[in-house]
């Protein structure tokens, strides 16, 4: 059965810190890999995935896949009280199915 | 403001009851999506429609019905609803359905079931 599962469910750190957030995935046909900010409303969009060890960066985020062990890590340097929010992961397959993991909620504190 | 509208922003409604969810996409996106958000299922993806035919199904309950018309606005309609209908109601749209990334989701209806 299709699904992601994220990591680690919460996360408290002080403004300045690096964080890692963990999405592992499983899917019978793999078409490419989200991440998501949500705060207090809808989702925004942060990166798109598809292909293995190519990184995106925007600003201080950046992520990366790799397909061989089906993860993904999203990364956050120099952590700002604006960075606070719940990041999600999703895969989309053949089918345009989305599957969503439950989140990782991230608290920077200042 | 993504540009995706929903309409009603919240509704109150009792169990057994029907409601109606529209959603009008931003301009020049042909695809639209619904999910549903509760604090015990996170984000579940129900239905996605692209240029008025339905593209992908999710974990769509059969009591759920959604369609999307010519103008490319969309509906999706919640039947004989139970307390646990209650949740957070967001539609996104896109270009194309390969073009997660063009993805934007509107500020969602909040479902209430009394």
Redesign the interface.
């Known amino acids: 059965e299709d699904k992601v599962v994220q990591s680690p469910l919460s996360l408290v750190v002080h403004e300045g810190d690096t964080v890692t957030l963990n999405c592992s995935y499983e899917v019978t046909n793999f ?2 890999l ?1 991440w998501y900010k949500q705060e207090k ?5 942060l990166f ?1 995935l598809t292909s293995s060890g190519i990184e995106k960066k925007s600003g201080r985020l950046s992520s990366i896949l790799d397909k061989k062990e089906l993860f993904s890590i999203l990364n956050i340097t120099a952590t700002q009280t604006g960075d606070s929010a719940v990041y ?1 992961c ?1 895969h ?1 397959s053949g ?9 990782t909620r991230l608290k920077v504190l200042a | 403001d993504s540009g995706v509208t929903q309409t009603p922003k919240h509704l109150i409604t009792a169990t057994g009851q029907r409601v109606t969810l529209r959603c009008s996409p931003r301009s020049g996106d042909l695809s639209v999506y619904w999910y549903q958000q509760s604090l015990d299922q996170g984000l579940q993806f129900l239905i996605q429609y692209y240029n008025g035919e339905e593209r992908a199904k999710g974990n769509i309950l059969e009591r759920f019905s959604a369609q999307q018309f010519p103008d490319l606005h969309s509906e999706l309609n919640l039947s004989s609803l139970e307390l646990g209908d209650s949740a957070l109601y967001f539609c996104a749209s896109s270009e194309r359905p390969d073009r997660a990334d063009t993805q934007y989701f509107g500020p969602g209806t909040r479902l209430t079931v009394l």
């Open positions: 078409r490419s989200l409303k809808a989702p925004t969009f798109m999600l999703a989309t089918t345009y199915k989305y599957i969503f993991g439950t989140g």
